[in-house]
């Protein structure tokens, strides 16, 4: 039997159009008797075997957008139907740049065809491949729900405010596709700017000194030259001396892990980029967030970006919905090539040390910076680096859902060549269980736009409930 519970099921004709939805019990009985099928799992949806009298009443879905959360709810006259936030994915800018240095490192070895660098052609209306990925991420969801309900009015949240309108008041037209950059042809001077000509260091005594811009992420090998990975520091924080020495850089010294709050006016960028495109990809009409935000405090609305999109879609005393909080995951993990660094032992501390901690001291070769030498405090080699091909494919992939022991487990990774599974731990700060393969049923894959692993989890399900 069928487990259909809580919140709305959505309901599709025989000929996939989408119609008013219903109540659990009711898809309950439907699919009982053979008048329905299951259509798709998340969110929930039956189609009809045989015809209805399509009724239909005007649903209004409202979208608070965002750079990292996305706030929707599809409203009627009397109730909200469904609504809640999705999590996108994060570290985009960190899979492009492990791909270019893989893909560098290949091509540096084995130059098999002629170089060519002017075969490259971007086209009208090109984005920066994490922000294609996120404007694509609000279209998606978008058609998720237009698929499954038969939505007549989309409202969009672009923006608090006009970020690039602020700093030009002139500004139209193409100048929006313009990004947080624009104007600076140096990305130094851009994070001079930025952080006022200033060190970040809270506890350095000096006002003025020679400034450098220090990479955060250096003690992760993150050398990526995005202003989120770049910071003003005097050259005596960034070196403690005026020889420049990676001494703050070692896992005691305070650049280690240091992650400060930075100035950035990415999330603003991002939507003054791409909120007419967004709008006009979706046929939605755009409002801004000051009259959001007025509307619902009138309401005593808490701030959320749930409770934003409710009132962007002109919610007000209607039947609220349970959230449906949804999250985003990677569909393929398409990268096969691994790098493990060696190991050494540190002669001066007789620790473990990793092969790029004791460099040779020359960093950066446009620049006359030479740093110690640390290669000389390479002790004996306890594992020689590598480079690892990942050439099979596996059936169970991360966040795909599988029964265990009568309960509904999510994938955290397969090992041991393909032979046994991490299962995600159930409580907050436990430990993934490692399973053999056999021992797991797959029951569910799960990619892109899904339900949260917390809400999937809760509670002990049996399989032939």
Known sequence: MHTVSGGKVFVLNRHGEP????????????????????????????????????????????????YQTIGYSAVTAQ???????????????ERLRDRRMYRRHRRSRKRYRPSRFDNRRRGAGWLAPSIQHRLDAHT????????VLPISQV????????????????ISGAGYQDGEQQGYGNVREYVLHRDGHQCQNPACPRTTAILAVHHLGYWRRDRSDRPANLITLCIHCHAQRPVDTPENHQPDGFLHGWQPRLRSFRPETFMTTVRWRLTEESGAQPTYGYLTKQARRELGLAKSHHHDAFVIAGGAHQRRAAPTDMEEIRHHNRSRQRFYDAVYIDTRTGQRAYGRELHRGRTTRNQNLNGENLRRHRGQKVRPGRVSIRRPTYSLRPGDVVWFEGVKRIVKGVHAYGRRVYLRPRESGGQPRSVAISQVEPLRRRRGLVATTRKLERGIESRHR
Not at 31 to 38: H, S, V, Y
Not at 47 to 60: M, N
Not at 80 to 85: K, Q, R, S, Y
Not at 160 to 169: A, C, G, L, V, Y
């Open 79 to 93: 109730e909200e139907l469904i609504g809640g936030a999705v999590q996108l994915l994060r570290g985009q800018s």
């Open 140 to 147: 998606k969801l978008i058609d998720r729900l237009r698929a």
């Open 155 to 170: 409202i969009i949240e672009v923006a608090n405010f006009d970020i690039q309108k602020i700093k030009d008041p002139d």
């Open 19 to 66: 119609l008013m939805p219903t109540t659990p019990r009711q898809a309950r009985l439907l699919l009982r008797d053979g008048q329905a099928t299951i259509a798709r799992h998340e969110p929930f949806t039956i189609q009809l075997v045989h015809g209805s009298s399509g009724y239909k009443q005007p649903i209004t879905l409202g979208v608070d957008a965002g």
